[in-house]
């Protein structure tokens, strides 16, 4: 749960800081074994860009995850987050050789009695790629 403390008062408008994730080639790797996930266009360039992907691209499933663990590690622990949605916009490309971000933030968009409602952005290389992302946290 958000432990809100002393004067700290969560109000409407509050920016969660930003933070930035690197991707790339070597994770996209370790996801697809640890998940299953072994489809080619998020590890063999050529395939990629035969179905007319710019490059790699990361899992998009990876994708939220990361913005799902900026909500948590924000708000104590997975267990404070109600709710957790998002679309999938534009995919993260992930050249070879490269590290690519992920940058997630977040604006409090409604405070009400023991919840937060958050409005979250994730963007790669200035790019969205997560819309309509918004979480519902537990606070203490």
Do not use: C
């Amino acid at each position: 749960m958000v432990h809100i403390g002393g004067a700290r008062m969560i109000k409407v408008g509050d920016v969660i800081a930003e933070r930035i994730f690197w991707i790339d080639r070597e994770l996209l790797k370790k996801y697809a074994d640890a998940s299953g996930d072994q489809n080619p266009i998020h590890q063999d360039e050529a395939f990629a860009k035969s179905v007319g992907l710019p490059n790699v691209i990361a899992h998009g499933m990876l994708t939220m995850a990361l913005a799902g663990k900026f909500i948590s590690d924000w708000a104590g622990g997975p267990a404070a987050v109600k709710e957790f949605s998002a679309r999938f916009t534009k995919p993260v490309i992930v050249p070879a050789g490269k590290e690519v971000d992920l940058t997630v933030s977040a604006t409090v968009a409604e405070v009400d009695g023991a919840y937060i409602r958050l409005t979250i952005s994730a963007t790669s290389d200035g790019v969205k790629v997560l819309g309509m992302t918004k979480a519902l946290v537990e606070k203490s």
